[in-house]
Structures are given as structure tokens and as C-alpha cells.
């Protein structure tokens, strides 16, 4: 597994179009420049490309500028089970920071750019900047209400009720980033989106064609409109994923 090497292209927090989504509202031009400072060139990786794997060293956590990436892990029988999806604006290597080693495996789904944010430094200017410091917490406290509400998913929830909730999950963070919702690429195979939800890749598809038959989705291929959201927001109930 080969994790590519920094470009030469540095990004500017202040000048960068996902600030508000990475970073806390509200931060003066010299926290600014101090967060500027910590942050390394950012890294281009193509698709199918490491960003790290499990048992790597945990240093840093990077903030996806452009792109789509999975992790997953090695199960008991050898097969790569998958463990989340991430986007554009959202941060992701946060598993390190409990035992300094990564538990899992970053992949670009699609080709990709990242910010990446030295842990140590973002600690130090944390104790400077106490509203960043507070923004990372939220953001790990999102993580760990979105591993909770996916154990809730795949313990209590039907295939039906699975995949709903997947597809309005993408389709709520896709809002709050300011991209469409109700029409978008799946990045990830049907194989991995039922590895995800604990569902064979048969069940996948043949869900995905109940819900196009009933009106509530149309498919093509990759592409996804959802025609109905209400209606699958009716089928998740309470158990909604956040």
C-alpha cells in the first residue's frame, strides 16, 4: 500500500471556499494566519490511493478539500469490511488519536485533495484559539454519535430501512455542504455501500430496484435522484443515521 507524497500547492485556510465547514465561524484574521502556519502543502491522491492504513503512526488529521474517501479494516475471514464514507468538508483520521496508530484504512474513492493538520500543533494553538479547540471537540463528538446511530442501524433496521437511511444520510451532508440532495454520484460501489450497511451486494441491488419500481428513487448506474425523500424519511422513522 503506497501513501502518496505531498505536492507542491499550499492552500490557505482564509482563502479557502470550505472554511465555514472545516473551521469555526468567527476567527480573526491573525487566528487565521496562526492556522495557516500549521498547516502542511496540502496532498493530492488518485483514486484508489492509501492516505493511510491501519497500524500507520497517527500524526495528523486532514480536512478533505476535494473528493470522496472510505475506510475500512481487515475482518476475521480476510475480506475488507468498510466502516465509513467521507466528503468534501468533513475531517477524517480522527481514529489515531486515541493510541497514536491508525485502526483503519483511508482509500480515495475518487481522486482527491486534502489539507492536512498536524495533531500536535492544532493541540498548541487549540490552547490559543479556544473556539477552535471547541470545534474539534463538536466534530468528534458528531463522530461518535454517527458510529452509535450506525450500530442502531444495523442492529435494529430492515434492508429496506438500511438503505433509505444511507441514501438520506448522503443526501442531508451533501445539503449542509451546499451541493444538491436530492440528486447525486454514488462514489462507492453497491459492494461497499453493503459492507457498510452489513447487507449482501445481491440484497443491495435488488433494494435499490424496489425503490425505483415503487417511484421513490431513479438509478442510473451511479447516478441517484431521489424523487420521494419524504417518503424515505418515513421508512427510517426515529432510527434515522446522523
Not at 492552500?11 to 502542511?40: K, M, T, Y
Request: glycine fraction near 6%; proline fraction near 2%; aromatic fraction near 8%.
Amino acid at each position: 500500500m503506497v501513501k502518496v507524497k505531498h505536492n507542491q500547492l499550499k492552500i490557505l485556510c482564509s482563502n479557502c471556499s470550505l472554511r465555514e465547514l472545516c473551521l469555526p465561524v468567527g476567527l480573526n484574521p491573525g487566528e487565521f494566519d496562526q492556522l495557516n502556519a500549521v498547516i502542511r502543502q496540502s496532498r493530492s491522491l488518485k483514486k484508489g490511493e492509501y492516505l493511510f492504513c491501519a497500524g500507520d503512526e497517527f500524526t495528523s488529521l486532514f480536512a478533505i478539500r476535494t473528493g470522496f474517501f472510505k475506510t475500512n479494516i481487515a475482518s476475521h475471514d480476510g475480506r475488507d469490511q468498510v466502516t465509513g464514507f467521507f466528503m468534501s468538508g468533513e475531517l477524517i483520521g480522527m481514529d489515531g488519536i486515541s493510541n497514536n496508530i491508525h485502526s483503519c484504512n483511508a482509500v480515495a474513492l475518487e481522486d482527491s485533495e486534502v489539507c492536512e493538520l498536524p495533531f500536535d500543533r492544532l493541540e498548541e494553538i487549540g490552547q490559543e484559539i479556544p473556539s477552535l479547540q471547541r470545534h474539534f471537540m463538536r466534530l468528534m463528538s458528531s463522530e461518535i454519535v454517527r458510529d452509535q446511530n450506525v450500530m442502531l442501524l444495523l442492529g435494529n433496521m430492515k434492508a429496506e430501512e438500511r438503505l433509505a437511511a444511507f441514501l438520506m444520510n448522503l443526501s442531508h451532508r451533501l445539503h449542509s455542504r451546499g451541493f444538491a440532495s436530492n440528486e447525486f454520484i454514488l462514489r462507492m460501489s453497491r459492494e461497499e455501500i453493503g459492507s457498510y450497511l452489513g447487507l449482501k451486494l445481491e440484497t443491495v441491488s435488488r433494494t435499490m430496484s424496489k425503490f425505483q419500481q415503487s417511484g421513490l428513487i431513479k438509478v442510473d448506474h451511479k447516478h441517484i435522484v431521489l424523487l420521494k425523500p419524504f417518503e424515505l424519511n418515513k421508512m427510517i422513522s426515529n432510527n434515522q443515521v446522523a
